[in-house]
Nanobody
Framework: QVQLGESWGGLVQAGGSLRVSCAASRSIFGIHTMGWYRQATGKQRELVATATGDLSTKYADSVKGRFTISRDKAKNSINLQMNTLKPEDTAVYYC?????????WGQGTQVAVSS
């Protein structure tokens, strides 16, 4: 069993930056993908960015060039640096781990961007 702990998101003005982190409760090895999804009020959960064990990354078109995902294998964690934030980035951000066919989710952290 794996628990995912997320850092606090926060409130920022449009154009600002935030960084959220997620740490796994145990060492993650082998083939896996860690990433971030988000869910805005009244919308479906959507992929934001993912990073595989070999550090291959993938981004949603809406965040390309603004968000950067990084993987810290030593800390079993991932970070999401969010720059040039827009009001439409407001959502609950969920950390996700896909590992040996199982999916694990964090509790979610709120990110709010004011216009």
């Amino acid at each position: 069993q794996v628990q995912l702990g997320e850092s606090w998101g926060g409130l920022v003005q449009a154009g600002g930056s935030l960084r959220v982190s997620c740490a796994a409760s145990r060492s993650i090895f082998g083939i896996h993908t860690m990433g971030w999804y988000r869910q805005a009020t009244g919308k479906q959960r959507e992929l934001v960015a993912t990073a595989t064990g070999d550090l291959s990354t993938k981004y949603a078109d809406s965040v390309k060039g603004r968000f950067t995902i990084s993987r810290d294998k030593a800390k079993n964690s991932i970070n999401l640096q969010m720059n040039t934030l827009k009001p439409e980035d407001t959502a609950v951000y969920y950390c996700n781990l896909k590992w040996y066919g199982r999916y694990y989710w964090g509790q979610g952290t709120q990110v709010a961007v004011s216009s």
